[in-house]
């Protein structure tokens, strides 16, 4: 398990495509014919693994490593979770050296 501690940046967080199935309702939730009804609507996220949890996974957006801060963070409900691949760079992890 991920500690989702800014502190472990060094090591980096693993960069994520997540298959996620959500709840939907229609926009105008009223007067709702029987061939309207809604669908469970499909996701597909990617980000930064910043929590791995029994229960659930969070993905953030973006990292903000001077501030100790997570943008567009996403809490996952494992249950809900179709699949999760870890993504690599084609030519292989970046060079920190830019």
């Known amino acids: 398990m991920l500690n989702g501690s800014l502190d472990s940046r060094n090591e980096g967080y693993p960069l994520v495509f997540v298959h996620w199935v959500d709840s939907c309702e229609p926009?105008?939730?009223?007067?709702i014919g029987a061939y309207d009804m809604p669908e469970p609507q499909s996701i597909m996220q990617c980000g930064f693994l910043v929590h791995d949890e029994e229960h659930h996974i969070v993905i953030a957006g973006g990292l903000k490593p001077a501030l100790e801060t997570y943008d567009y963070v996403i809490a996952?409900?494992?249950?809900?979770?179709?699949?999760?691949?870890?993504?690599?760079?084609?030519?292989?992890?970046?060079?920190e050296t830019v």
Request: a negative charge.
């Open 27 to 31: 926009a105008d939730n009223s007067d």
């Open 76 to 95: 996952i409900p494992r249950v809900a979770i179709s699949a999760i691949r870890y993504l690599e760079p084609i030519d292989g992890p970046p060079d």
